[in-house]
């Protein structure tokens, strides 16, 4: 700018030239050259989740959540607002979930570099074996064969040797 008056300044390097002259004609310039510290805000104003509830509840100094949802919840989106606007958010979105526990950081990094990382636990459920929903097959006997044969929930193919004369399996 030049001249007197108010001068906005943006963070980083400003330059002002005032210019002053005398009665007599004379002119001067004279330059200020302004740095304005880079905002260092980190904090977020909100961390949401679209299923379940973060526990604890969003404080912007507390940096470990936990989120808790059922077997039939398969992706959550985390959503992180900052305080102002010269903070940028990192890691935050629409992610898929395996059974058991799921891992996500959030960055918020400030204008001037700092950074604070918050961290979502997302455990999904498994199946409860007593729901009727479960159809996993726990064992099959066959005929003339002492030892059942036992099976791992999630597999589904099995090879057993049995002698000739076996001839039904339960």
Known sequence: GRGFGTYRLTTGDNVIEITVTSETGVSRIYTVNVFREYNGNYYLRSLTVSNGTLTPTFDRET???????????????????PEVNTTSVTGDGTYSLIVGENTFVIRATAENGTHLMYTVTVTRTGYDDSETHSAELQMITFEGVSEPLTTTPGVYTYDQVIPYEAMNCH
């Open 63 to 81: 940096t470990h959540y936990t989120v808790n949802v059922d077997n039939d919840i398969e992706k959550i989106t985390i959503k992180g607002l």
